[in-house]
């Protein structure tokens, strides 16, 4: 998935957003309503964005701090959702095993 296919497939994204928050915004989309995913999965979409010829297969795993920290802030702003045991948590208090969803409207 290139940047440009995110972006089409992103709900409405800010032109400023940072290109982590906008991946995690179109894996979220392609999921579908009320589909969790993890971090992880997030991570390799934007990976394989910037991936290069000699990049080792787990590159994702550079991009997992920098998903967690544009989650933060997606939720921060009530875009997402941070999930603990299938239930949302405090975006600014979580530990541990976590999965994003898009917040539900209403």
Known sequence: MNETEMSDATPPANSNDDPVAT??????SDAGDGKAVSPETAARAYAETRRRK????????????AV????????RA???EILRKGKP????DFKGVYRLRLKADG
């Open 89 to 92: 948590v405090d975006p600014n």
């Open 68 to 75: 967690r920290q544009q989650a933060i802030h997606l939720a």
């Open 78 to 80: 009530g875009r997402i």
């Open 23 to 28: 991946a995690i915004l179109a894996v979220l």
């Open 54 to 65: 000699n990049d080792p297969p787990d590159l994702w795993r550079r991009y997992l701090n």
